[in-house]
């Protein structure tokens, strides 16, 4: 069994991995400096860290707010809030991306009257911001409910007892209890989803030139 996973270690980590760094150096140093400091290398840099900065405030927000939802109170559309927030793993990001073009392009749905008041969405810096936050929402959400759910509400319930109120009890007794894991599932998404622009410009730079 121990062999069958070292196997599995180095043929799908191990060799990958080798052969990433192998490409990324095989022109020396030098190559890989320039390609670094490439113009375009540095404004994808500088835009991945923008829509960084400004959807991971607002995934949080959100995670928190439906999984604080969905494990600590029993309420009408509860299983239409678990649907609406698992969309994004059912829709592709292609159909996804189609839908928002239908939306907001020129010839869209609302694109004609965003265009008319000044506002670009398709194919600049907003449709990303849009699309990103669109296909990473629910990763957040998804991987506090188990957390949430095995922490219970006893804390919360006799803390509501004591005399607090909703507020006090989310900022002094929930929130506490959720921060490592809050931390830990926060750098996910961007891991997985909102940083491929600066390793798609360095491989256009580095082996398109």
Known sequence: MITVVYAFLI???????ITVFSKAFEKGWSSYLLAISHPDTL???????FIVVVTLPLQMIFGVSAAWLITKFNFRGKRLLTTVMDLPFAVSPVIAGLVFV???GSNGLLGPWLMA????VIYSVPGMILATIFVTFPFIARELIPFMQH????????SLTLGANGWKTFFFVTLPNIKWALFTVSSWP??????????CRLYQVIFEG
């Open 11 to 17: 043929l799908f980590l191990l060799i990958p991995l």
């Open 43 to 49: 404004a994808a840099i500088k835009l991945t860290v």
């Open 102 to 104: 239908l939306l907001f």
């Open 117 to 120: 008041n000044g506002w670009k």
């Open 151 to 158: 922490e219970g509400i006893q804390e919360e319930e006799a």
């Open 190 to 199: 961007g891991q997985e989803r909102l940083v491929n622009l600066v390793p």
